[in-house]
């Protein structure tokens, strides 16, 4: 089965303490977008500018991308700088130029509105929503969302969060949303307004999820080396999604493998700046590394 991703489409700009790179292809979509191709076919929705660069194009089209849901519009892609510090948990945003963006409403191509599986990866909950108006009866619906919705749209995040199945965001957002410290507990207060999983990503500590069944503590792959963790929690929530859409049988039994298989495509995506290292990934390194997982967690 096929997935719809809509999110950012952008130009990013990184700033590492040991390198500097300028607009490279980024945004939420495109990396989960990405993710979500090892495993399924995606279809994209998103809006670029004429600067949008072709070769990022041809990009998406190398992972068989559907495009036809891409809007390319006279006026600037969708640009984001952010630096990084020593430790590369901490990360500042230089700058957020909204281009074509600030205009953007998305229209579903008629074919794009069966799809049963939708992420709707981060961007401003409003357009999250509109996508989602459009879809017709989808099998599983996510959100991912950051935390300047949560400064600046709460109340649109509040009205999604009720038609959604699954909420994927990290622990201080967990914690910002419920003004409660312990994420456990926060999780629990995230299912009393609407989704049925909350996911809960803890950056190189894994992840928790929290669903009707109880809870999955999910590990992230150990790196050596971490290149630029940009877009890590796109691809991871593009990866799972993407698995989900591949896998026979119940959503419920095959989310845990679904995050195991995300976490390991978020950690290729730290390998590299921007989506260099996902996109010469193969599904067979991404097998490689699961089993590996597998190993290192088996008790
Ligand atoms: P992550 O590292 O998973 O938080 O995702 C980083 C990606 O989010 C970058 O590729 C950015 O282009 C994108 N991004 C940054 N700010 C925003 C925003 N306000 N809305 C949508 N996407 C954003």
């Given amino acids: 089965m096929s997935v719809l991703v809509v999110g950012s489409t952008a130009l990013d700009s990184i700033k590492t303490p040991k390198a500097e790179n300028p607009r490279l292809l980024g945004g939420s979509a495109s990396h989960a977008g990405v993710a979500a191709s090892f495993f399924a076919p995606v279809k994209l929705v998103g809006v670029v ?58 229209a579903l191509p008629k074919d794009y509105q069966t799809t049963p599986f939708v992420l709707l990866a ?4 409003s357009l999250q929503q509109h996508v989602l108006d459009q879809m017709r009866k989808p099998k599983f619906v996510v959100a991912d969302t950051m935390d300047l919705w949560l400064n600046i749209a709460l109340q649109d995040l509040l009205k999604l969060m009720k038609r959604i199945d699954a909420l994927v965001l990290n622990d201080s957002e967990a914690r ?3 003004n409660d410290d312990n994420v456990i507990t926060a999780a629990g207060k995230i299912h ?57 049988g119940s959503i419920e039994t095959n989310l845990r493998q679904a995050i195991i298989h995300g ?7 730290c390998e590299g700046f921007g989506l260099k290292a996902t996109t010469k990934t193969t599904r067979a390194d991404i097998d490689r590394r699961v089993r590996e997982l597998e190993k290192m967690t088996r008790v």
């Avoid at 630096?83 to 500042?92: A, C, F, G, I, W």
């Avoid at 976490?263 to 995506?269: I, K, N, P, Y």
């Fill in 176 to 178: 910002q949303l419920t």
């Fill in 122 to 125: 981060n961007i401003a909950p």
């Fill in 49 to 106: 500018g004429d600067d949008f660069p072709k070769k990022y194009l041809s990009l998406y089209r190398q992972h068989n991308i559907d495009l036809e849901g891409l809007q390319v519009v006279p006026g600037k892609t969708f640009h984001w700088s952010g630096e990084y510090e020593v430790n590369m948990n901490n990360r500042r945003t230089l700058g957020t130029e909204l281009g074509v963006f600030a205009t953007f409403s998305p």
């Fill in 192 to 248: 009393k307004l609407g989704p049925k999983f909350v996911i809960i990503k803890k950056g190189e500590h894994g992840s928790i999820l929290s669903g009707p069944s109880g809870l999955f503590i999910a590990p992230a792959y150990p790196l050596k080396k971490v290149v630029d963790p940009t877009g890590a929690g796109d691809s991871f929530v593009g990866g799972m999604m993407g698995y989900l859409a591949s896998a026979k």
């Fill in 263 to 269: 976490s390991v495509v978020a950690s290729f995506c």
